[in-house]
């Protein structure tokens, strides 16, 4: 055991990455008063067998891009963005994406066209359009190719920059960043794509993109854009029988939101388990089923009391949907286990009638 | 500033901890560098308040762990390539044996390396890391025993090994 306690006492943090981190810390403790926790409080620490049910008023606002400094904003509603963010979306999922007049219309209200360029090491990258809703925020970009290296892209690429809130210097969780591909005009095609987790998008978020930081030197990256977010068209909480669905898989769901790009679980679980939601699909009224493109969780913290767990978990679709064409949410659940195996699905019909 | 001083305070002492800890159950050194940013934003956030050091700091333990597993169950991590993504991480231990211990830690299922490291290092008797996992106690002396057992066969088989080599050669 005394090669054990030696090799574990050579283990620590970075001093520089303790010094970032201590700084974020420090800058979110100062933050005089957190408009986000305002706009989406924390859930208070409550036992899991609480008796009533917080299911919080949900009110859509309809919304545009506010502002994006040094950045051209155009008009909403553009077909060519609607054409331009399913080709992103395509290079994401690797899926062909036929849409209907409706889903180009659900891409283009939760959409903006950017024009924003990051200068990196691989040469100039181009954010050229948001898409975005309440949970999401996927940033397609273009790459200039260039002669002395066919691909512009290597995994640095990936790593340049850092995505969080300028209010609450919170981070974003960085889903995934999506190789870019080659197209016709010569350009290169990639996709980042960002989540907030429990946080949420809101009105007002200001959304800062910084180049990474480069050690202790340099703590903090160059302030490269900063995008400023409203909410999202078109969310809808979706009603559900709370006390029903926690006898049935003793889960306390508190809101399900579903919006034409993705679906949003929160509430509050035993601390023991990890609930999955990852085989949730959608039935539309035409019989089609909409899978599941992405599915993660985040917000799942232990209270302090270590007997719940406050969970949150999102979905973001393959294809957009047109909330008026949902017939039937399947919630299908699970448990995952410490070794990444899981128990039996459980699946529960909601109809997509709305509160 | 009072709470500043206490972030500040919890951060210095636990901060490698915390790190320790994500990186004993997922083994990715950045996702143990974003979950210690995590769980002490959480720790901002929420301001719990202890009834003594021992529980502030099985809070932060448990915040830990509770974060590493939904960051490894996601379908993010099984499906999508990680933004952060980097090759594994080299530790510049001091000893090729510690190194070796790594390597062999490393091949251990997190369940087994997060009740290893809090047992053996963070010194918590087997009913405390109960609590803290919410496991049996039976079941931790179960892992504990396992997790011996597979070291030691990991040891041997490596012993074996150089032995073949030395025999090669």
């Not at chain 1, 709370?242 to 003793?250: D, N, P, T, V």
């Not at chain 1, 799942?300 to 679709?317: N, P, Q």
């Not at chain 1, 294809?319 to 410490?338: C, F, R, S, W």
């Not at chain 2, 590493?68 to 379908?75: E, M, N, T, Y």
Request: glycine fraction near 4%; charged fraction near 25%.
């Amino acid at each position: 055991m005394k090669t054990y306690k030696t090799m574990y006492s050579q283990i620590y943090l970075e001093d520089g990455k303790k010094q970032e981190i201590l700084q974020t810390l420090l800058q979110q403790e100062a933050a005089p008063e957190n408009p986000r926790q305002r706009k989406s409080p924390l859930k208070k620490e409550e036992p899991f067998n609480r008796n009533s049910i917080g299911m919080p008023a949900y009110i859509a606002i309809f919304f545009c891009l506010i502002l994006l400094p040094g950045a051209t904003i155009f008009a909403m509603g553009n077909p060519a963005l609607a054409e331009r963010i399913s080709t992103a979306f395509e290079s994401l999922f690797h899926t062909q994406q036929d849409l209907s007049d409706g889903q180009k219309e659900a891409y283009a209200q939760h959409s903006q066209e950017l024009d924003q360029l990051l200068q990196t090491e691989n040469g100039t990258l181009h954010l050229d359009s948001i898409l975005y809703d309440e949970r999401y925020l996927f940033l397609p970009f273009t790459m200039d190719s260039r002669i002395d290296s066919p691909l512009p892209y290597t995994p640095s690429l990936a790593s340049d920059f850092d995505f969080y809130f300028a209010d609450s210097q919170l981070p974003l969780s960085s889903v995934a960043a999506k190789d870019p591909l080659p197209q016709e005009d010569g350009h290169w095609l990639g996709s980042y794509l960002l989540t907030a987790e429990e946080e949420g998008f809101h009105e007002g978020d200001v959304i800062c993109i910084r180049q990474k930081s480069q050690g202790e030197q340099n703590p903090q990256g160059e302030l490269l854009a900063k995008v400023t977010l409203p909410p999202v068209p078109g969310s809808q909480d979706i009603s559900f029988p709370a006390e029903q669905l926690k006898e049935a898989i003793g889960l306390q769901i508190d809101k399900i939101t579903l919006s034409p790009l993705s679906l949003g679980i929160n509430g509050i679980s035993p601390a023991k388990d990890m609930r999955i939601f990852c085989n949730s699909y959608l039935e539309l009224q035409d019989g089609t089923m909409v899978r599941p493109g992405l599915s993660g969780s985040g917000g799942a913290y232990d209270s302090s009391s270590f007997k719940s767990t406050d969970f949150s978990y999102h979905i973001l679709w393959e294809t957009p949907v047109e909330l008026d064409q949902v017939k039937i949410i399947h919630l299908v659940t699970n448990v995952m286990n410490e070794d990444g195996t899981t128990g039996e699905d459980h699946e529960i019909l909601l109809p997509a009638r709305t509160e | 500033m009072e709470t500043n001083s206490r972030v500040e305070k919890l951060f210095e002492q636990y901060a490698d901890m915390v790190y320790r800890t994500a990186l004993s159950y997922g083994k990715d050194p950045h996702l143990a560098e974003d979950v210690v940013q995590e769980v002490f934003l959480r720790l901002i956030k929420k301001n719990p308040q202890f009834e003594s050091p021992a529980h502030e700091k099985a809070w932060l333990i448990r915040v830990a762990v509770n974060r590493c597993k939904s960051l490894l169950v996601s379908g993010w991590r099984k499906r999508m390539r990680p933004l952060d993504e980097a090759p594994e991480h080299a530790i510049p231990f001091e000893r090729e044996e510690e190194h070796q211990m790594y390597e062999m830690l490393l091949q251990l299922p997190p369940k087994y390396r997060i009740v290893l490291y809090l047992r053996y290092y963070e010194q918590y008797q087997v009913k405390e890391i109960a609590g803290l996992l919410h496991l049996t106690p039976n079941a931790v002396s179960a892992r504990l025993s396992r997790a011996k057992k597979m070291m030691k066969l990991e040891l041997t088989e490596d012993f074996q090994r150089k032995e073949m080599c030395h025999e090669n050669i």
